[in-house]
């Protein structure tokens, strides 16, 4: 007896500990982000986050916004499905978050927007390029393109600069990005004149591709697009030489990631993929982050995650500036008014679909690094 | 026709890495009547054994070199066995006299408990790594088919292993003594054999040649993290039921089909997609034929 009273009372205090700290002092304003920032798109979610982190530090350090102090509570979801919604609910109901900002994947953005459109949040998505997410709701924003934009400038870069009649596209199922990158990228193929050879599916996480690139091998095409996740396209990459296949690989901005070079070594070499932004592009706004970043994260050079990551809390912070108010109502005006902001990955403008309008570029491995090759405008 | 070969060459080579997965599972199963969840896990530290000794190997003995490699996987299996061994001290033996049920779920526990543990940032964390090239790699090409040499040191792997498992376990006084647990532990224990000696040599074993199969997985697919046992543990779990749970020859039997029925499913343009679908469709209906697996004895439980 006397024991369970004593578990009782220490449970008790692991409660009020617990509550306890989740309430936020100090009355800042509160912007919740979500990020994968464990598994297995822990690179995507850790480079968002830190160009976030960098944003509402800068911000802070400037005398926050509104007179008030800027609060980001982030939270991860592992990479992991049905894990968002817990604690995006978490963000919103316990924490008192007026906006959100997350995430990197499309299928966990997709999880998080019907929560945030039901409350009533804004929420700011860095780098969700699935055209699905800011269909949620008319609280549902991006300051990435959308697939639709870059399938179509990868299709018009494998027919116009790889001049490829023959493409087989590779897709994993599991991720609705993947999905509609390869659907967008395959109307814009066969609208330019080119013949879709072979299409193969592959489930994110399989270590083994070889059954289904024996089957793209059979077809001959002359290039494979492969609009996968870094870790998959690496393996895709190997596998696919190792069979003798020759053709260039292309992919979209799922590809940007150093763990690409590091496993795929010569294997991903020469391949192409079209992303937000280029770190060795020459404008003074990408210079200039380039340097606060690798300053604050020990020399590292942001990537594309980072850089929209950055440029999603600045925007939202703009937006919150431009409101005069952290009232969701008219916040969320402000942020369907902007246009022309001037961002690290581009100027942005939101469109009626609250998505982004603004240019991609396209990188190739050269020499175990990306290298920035053309920017296609909207 | 060329087609056809090749992916049967890939059905071999990705069927043998669920064969040798399914001996370890059947090896613990055979003594101790429960599947240990955590042997996937153990196939991980195995791969993450070998992703941190290879750098001081290396500086020893340059890689990719057949002698290094093989000082790696047996440092290796060494490490797994004893994690092995103190998983069984830990967490299953203080549960010996309790239903299977108990020791089950404790398994499946163990099993989370690693994984969600390494993928703590102290611990490996859980990005991706590159896993070294330990083997000079050399494709051989045939009249148009592509052999690399990866697949066939796979191949050589899991025969060898399956003869010498068999001859561990019919052959030796140990391998007599791991029979008799398995028939009976009490009369066993009467006859003056040490039960709790011969389950600690069965777990040490069967994490060795999780290590083993974690290395062979990791040179296929050279991106380690702390999730990678959880999907080929899944499938060779189910290629040791497919052979008959317990019995050496059927898990072997049971990967290499499984291997196969995916690869064929996989190859298929448009089918690709149901490549899981075709290949548990064949196994369930091979089941409804042959409950008790395609090697397996079927028994009647005495109640």
Redesign the interface.
Known sequence: MHRRTLSLAAFSIFLTAFTGCGKSGGGGIVIGEFASLTGKEATFGISSHEGTLLAIETLNAAGGVLGKNIELLTEDNQSKAGETSNVVNKLISKDGAVAMLGEVASSRSLEAAPICQESGIPMVSPASTNPKVTEVGDYIFRVCFIDPFQGTVMANFVTKTLKANKVAVFTDVKSDYSKGLAKFFKEGFVKNGGQIVAELDFNGGDKDFKAQLTAIKGATPDAIFVPGYYTDVALIAIQAKQLGIAVPLCGGDGWESQTLLDIGKDAVEGHYFSTHYASDAASPAVTAFVAAYKKRFNGKVPDAMAALGYDSAMFLVDAIKRAGSKESKALRDALAASKDYEAVTGKISINAQRDAVKSAVILQVKDGKFKYLETVAP | M??LL??LI??L??GSIYALIALGYTMVYGVLRFINFAHADVLMLGAYAAYFIAPAVSTVLPLPSLTGTLIIVLLSAMICAGIGMLIEILAYRPLRQRPRLTVLITAIGVSLFIEFTC?H?AVF???????PQLLPVH?F?LAGL?I?SNDLVVVVTTLLLLVGLWFIVQRTKMGTAMRAVSYNQQAAALMGININRIISFTFGLGSALAAIAGIL?AL????I?P??GV??GLRAFIAAVLGGIGNLPGAALGGLLLGLL?????????L??Y??GIAFAILILILLFKPAGLLGKATVEKV
């Open positions: 060329d087609w090749q992916q890939n059905g080579a990705l993928q940032k964390g859980a990005d991706t790594k590159p896993f494709d090409h592509v690399g997985y296929k697919a050279p991106g993290d999730l990678m999907q080929p995916e690869t064929f499913a996989g190859g298929i343009s448009g690709s997609n490549r899981d």
